[in-house]
């Protein structure tokens, strides 16, 4: 697994991102709650459905069906993971923009499907704002400090931060659960079976069915839950 291990480590080090206009520096407590919305078994699967695709293109079939096995397995977990929110795309609050590097797109407003999507969070990056002067150092900062967010060392990234004097904006990538774990599933089939070429594409969609959003959308979610559980909880009561 150690052709793996180094295309992560790539992965993890080009995720360079092109950032969001409200920005304010990050405390290790704020860190803390932007890492907690994010599902670990979503960063491990998509991590591993960037491992798979760059493992197809260099002919590694081991690495690529290792990957996609992994993939396969943190998915199924996934399905119960509390940080997963039901919405219907129209309902998504945008980020300012999608960052640089990244398949996917902003929720659209008029999206034909007006059916709530269960909704896995599966990245989350710290970005600076576009208009913002911004030095090769600060830069680089952003990129070491999402690099520790991804590994949980969420008081390192704030304190990254804060030294290279960086304002920032948490963004959330988010994918459709369903659609996403049946992409994945199908190119794991398709590669076993010799079809790369169809294996590649069929990560590809599951690439580009990421939508960017706002962490408002993970508050919202929060609310609503918070009042379905004291509403039951009344209801329980009052039998």
Do not use: C
Not at 72 to 78: D, G, I, K, M
Not at 104 to 125: D, N
Not at 173 to 182: D, E, G, K, L, Y
């Amino acid at each position: 697994m150690n052709a793996r291990i180094l295309l992560a480590s790539v992965f993890v080090a080009a995720t360079s991102v092109a950032l969001p206009a409200v920005a304010a520096q990050v405390t290790p407590q704020q860190a803390d709650r932007d890492y907690d919305h994010l599902s670990r078994d979503g960063i491990r699967a998509f991590a591993d459905v960037d491992v798979a695709r760059r493992a197809i293109a260099a002919k590694d079939q081991k690495t690529a069906t290792e990957a996609l096995a992994d993939a396969n397995q943190t998915l199924s977990r996934a399905g119960t993971d509390n940080r997963q929110f039901m919405k219907a795309e129209s309902e998504l609050h945008p980020a300012a923009a999608v960052p640089e590097g990244h398949s996917g797109k902003l929720p659209s407003s008029t999206a034909t499907q007006a059916t709530p999507v269960q909704w896995l969070p599966i990245l989350g990056e710290y970005m600076i704002a576009p208009q913002t002067e911004k030095t090769p150092g600060q830069k680089q900062a952003v990129t070491e400090a999402n690099d520790l967010l991804k590994k949980g060392r969420t008081k390192d990234a704030a304190d990254l931060l804060n030294k290279a004097g960086v304002d920032v904006q948490f963004v959330l990538a988010i994918a459709p659960q369903q659609a996403f774990t049946a992409d994945v599933y199908r190119a794991s089939v398709l590669l076993e079976g010799g079809k790369n070429d169809e294996a590649t594409a069929a990560l590809m969609d599951a690439e580009e069915s990421l939508r960017f959003i706002s962490e408002d959308n993970i508050l919202d979610s929060s609310t609503v839950k918070s009042q379905e559980a004291a509403q039951a909880k009344s209801a329980q009561k009052s039998q």
